[in-house]
C-alpha cells in the first residue's frame, strides 16, 4: 500500500506522513520526486533524514517555492533542506518572467509556468478538439504546478536518454552518462541546455524548451509512420542535451 499524504486543519501537511510519502516512493525504485508542497523547518529529524535517505538513493528532488512573495531565504522544506542536492522551482507568467508570489528567483534553479496553466484556450488557438476534461479544468496557479512541469521535463530527458542508449546510430551514452542524470547538477545542465531565457527579468531562470523540441515535434510528425526515424529524432535530442562523462 503506498503512503498518502494526509492534511490537518487549514490544510497543512503532516510532516510525518510526507516523511513516510517520500521513503515509500525511494523504496518503490522512483526515479524522480516531485514535491510540491512547503513545511515550516520542523523541529525533528524525521523529514530531513527522509529526504537524505531519497538523495543517498540518487533520486531527483524537485521541490517547489512556498509562493510567500517575501523573505531572502529558503526558509522552508523540503527546498532549504540540502539545497546544493534539490531542484528548486518557482513559478512564472506565460511571459517568462518571474511569478510575483514566487520569492526570490536567485533562490531558485528554475522557474516554470505556473500561472494560469491550464487555460480554456491554447497559445495556438482554440480548444475546439480538446476533450470536455481538459476545457472544463480550472487554471491551476502557484509553484506548485511549475514543480510538477519541472519534473515531467527530467522525465522526458531520461526517457531520451534511454531511446538513445536503445536506438541510437553512431556513438551512444553510456551508462554512466544516464546514470549521473539522477545527480541534480547534472540534470540541471541537461535542462538548462533546452535553452535559457536570457531576458534581464528572468535572471537566466526561465527554460525555452521550445528552442529543441519544436523542430524536433515538427520532425517526428513527418515521420509518424517510421518509428525508426522517429527513434533516430529522439536519440540525438538526448545526445544534445545530456552533458557526455
Known amino acids: 500500500m503506498g ?10 501537511i503532516n510532516v510525518d506522513s510526507a516523511a513516510q510519502a517520500i521513503r515509500a516512493a525511494v523504496d518503490r525504485k522512483a526515479t524522480i520526486i516531485s514535491i510540491s508542497w512547503t513545511v515550516g523547518i520542523p523541529k525533528s529529524d524525521t ?6 535517505y531519497a538523495l543517498d538513493n540518487d533520486v531527483l528532488l524537485f521541490c517547489s517555492s512556498r509562493d510567500s ?14 539545497r546544493d542536492a534539490v531542484i528548486k522551482i518557482g513559478a512564472a507568467e506565460p511571459s517568462g518572467s518571474p511569478y510575483d508570489w514566487a520569492g526570490p528567483i536567485e533562490n531558485l534553479d528554475f ?23 481538459i476545457r472544463e479544468m480550472e487554471p ?4 506548485s504546478v511549475a514543480t510538477a512541469l519541472g519534473a515531467g521535463l527530467a522525465a522526458l530527458v531520461i526517457y531520451c536518454a534511454r531511446i538513445n542508449q536503445m536506438y541510437a546510430e553512431g556513438e551512444k551514452l553510456s551508462d554512466a552518462d544516464v546514470a549521473k542524470l539522477r545527480r541534480s547538477a547534472f540534470m540541471i545542465q541537461a535542462i538548462r541546455n ?3 531565457s ?30 525508426n526515424e522517429a527513434r533516430k ?10 552533458p557526455v562523462v
Open 233 to 242: 529524432i529522439v536519440a540525438q535530442l538526448a545526445r544534445d542535451l545530456i
Open 194 to 196: 533546452f535553452g535559457m
Open 3 to 12: 503512503a498518502k499524504l494526509t492534511a490537518g486543519a487549514g490544510a497543512m
Open 140 to 143: 491551476k496557479t502557484g509553484s
Open 111 to 133: 522557474i516554470f509556468p505556473g500561472v494560469e496553466v491550464v487555460q480554456r484556450h491554447t497559445f495556438r488557438g482554440p480548444t475546439a478538439g480538446a476533450s470536455k476534461e
Open 69 to 82: 512573495g517575501h523573505g531572502t531565504g529558503i526558509d522552508y522544506y523540503p527546498a532549504g533542506f540540502r
Open 198 to 227: 536570457t531576458s534581464d527579468v528572468t535572471k537566466n531562470k526561465f527554460v525555452e524548451v521550445w528552442r529543441k523540441l519544436d523542430d524536433r515535434t515538427q520532425r517526428l510528425a513527418q515521420v509518424r509512420a517510421d518509428s
Open 47 to 52: 523529514l530531513g533524514n527522509a529526504i537524505q
